[in-house]
T-cell receptor, first 114, second 114 residues
Framework: GDSVTQMEGPVTLSEEAFLTINCTYT??????LFWYVQYPGEGLQLLLK?????DKGSNKGFEATYRKETTSFHLEKGSVQVSDSAVYFC?????????????FGKGTKLTVNP | DAMVIQNPRYQVTQFGKPVTLSCSQT?????MYWYQQKSSQAPKLLFH???????NEADTPDNFQSRRPNTSFCFLDIRSPGLGDAAMYLC?????????????FGPGTRLTVL
């Protein structure tokens, strides 16, 4: 079945450091790819998405490019802030019938220190 | 603002005592999902409704049931909670119209089983 593998955490960075969280996937067909963020005690929020190869999703300074040749969707941010501390989940969509299911990676906890 | 609402945010129940968690949405989405998220893990899909069609995941225990009386509401019933059912329960919605669609998550209900 479809699966998502993302880098193990936790990741600890200083403010203004560069962030990369690796994500690779295995899927039949051409899924849409997502990054969700979960702040402490809250539900998941969509951070960005890409629906086809070479698409770049971006939001709040975060970017990720859908790379079909390497089956990857790595998350990057040039300068992190303390407020970016959260758990980040990479996910792909698996369409079944009339709805889509999300397959999540295990999540990467990011802590940004001042 | 259109949103996904979950009540209560925190629920405490006793071992074996039935409990119901509720989710409502103002997005008029045709798909509603229930996920279980245990500490430091990815959300795990329990089941979803596409309109009135119920779709159960193969590994969802029989102890978990769901009802969707109308478009706006969806309930998760745990018939006999065990200690292993303590988790965050996330409701999500999406609108399937033939193409890729994102899921919108509620804030979650944290269930404690004593």
């Amino acid at each position: 079945g479809d699966s998502v593998t993302q880098m193990e955490g936790p990741v600890t960075l200083s403010e203004e450091a560069f962030l990369t969280i690796n994500c690779t996937y295995t899927a039949t067909g051409y899924p849409s790819l997502f990054w969700y963020v979960q702040y402490p005690g809250e539900g998941l929020q969509l951070l960005l998405k890409a629906t086809k190869a070479d698409d770049k999703g971006s939001n709040k300074g975060f970017e990720a490019t859908y790379r079909k040749e390497t089956t990857s969707f790595h998350l990057e941010k040039g300068s992190v802030q303390v407020s970016d501390s959260a758990v980040y989940f990479c996910a792909l969509s698996d369409r079944q019938g009339g709805s889509e299911k999300l397959v999540f990676g295990k999540g990467t906890k990011l802590t940004v220190n001042p | 603002d259109a949103m996904v609402i979950q009540n209560p945010r925190y629920q405490v129940t006793q071992f074996g005592k039935p409990v119901t968690l509720s989710c409502s949405q103002t997005l008029n989405h045709n798909v509603m999902y229930w996920y279980q998220q245990k500490s430091s893990q990815a959300p795990k899909l329990l089941f979803h409704y596409y309109d009135k069609d119920f779709n159960n995941e193969a590994d969802t225990p029989d102890n978990f049931q769901s009802r969707r009386p109308n478009t706006s509401f969806c309930f998760l019933d745990i018939r006999s909670p065990g200690l292993g059912d303590a988790a965050m329960y996330l409701c999500a919605t999406s609108h399937y119209a033939g193409g890729p669609n994102e899921q919108f998550f509620g804030p979650g209900t944290r269930l404690t089983v004593l």
